[in-house]
């Protein structure tokens, strides 16, 4: 626990421009593309994922996915593989570190910076941004995985490979509760 005092308008302040963050996403990339792009492939993708034995990318990306009542949405099938291997949550914070560990890690793309420009919005995270940044660099390169190739592999054997180590993620992520709350 922080022994610093915490203030709750910043806290409110924070939570407010990260819901921001977060509803520009859905609705200036993700709607739009899934309105744009033809459903019945992603439909068809999805059932063929559901179909998959359990502990397979392809039926824990569906679950997942189904949970938080998504769609798999084209152009994005390799970021949300990214949150299941990476095992980084869907929160907005969560999603601005993912982006600052995947820049560390490597991927150099256009919707990486798009979505971590967001954080301009949110100062305090910024010094966890960059420990997420610094733990990309430390971590094996996933840019490598290919999705429809991972579909069927166990999410388990793939998630040793190439997630954070659970004792450097527990670190960065006590850090990011520290600085979110403080």
């Not at 929160?91 to 990486?112: F, H, K, S, T």
């Amino acid at each position: 626990m922080s022994k610093r005092s915490t203030n709750p308008s910043i806290s409110c302040m924070r939570k407010f421009l990260g819901s921001v963050s977060k509803y520009i996403k859905i609705c200036c990339v993700i709607k739009p593309l899934q309105i744009l792009v033809a459903r019945n492939r992603c439909n068809e993708k999805m059932a063929y994922m559901r179909s998959l034995p359990a502990h397979t990318v392809g039926h824990d990306l569906a679950h997942m996915l189904d949970s938080k009542g998504l769609k798999l949405v084209p152009g994005f099938y390799k970021h949300d593989l990214d949150h299941l291997i990476l095992g980084y949550g869907m929160d907005p914070e969560e999603e601005l570190c993912m982006q600052a560990y995947l820049i560390g890690n490597g991927r150099w793309q256009l919707q990486v910076f798009l979505f971590l420009s967001s954080a301009v919005l949110l100062p305090g995270l910024w010094g966890s941004l960059w420990a997420h940044y610094k733990l990309g660099r430390q971590s094996p390169v996933i840019t490598s995985l290919e999705f429809d190739e991972c579909l069927t592999q166990n999410t388990d054997e793939l998630q040793r490979q190439y997630a954070p180590s659970p004792m450097l993620f527990a670190e960065t992520s006590a850090a990011t509760q520290t600085r979110l709350v403080g």
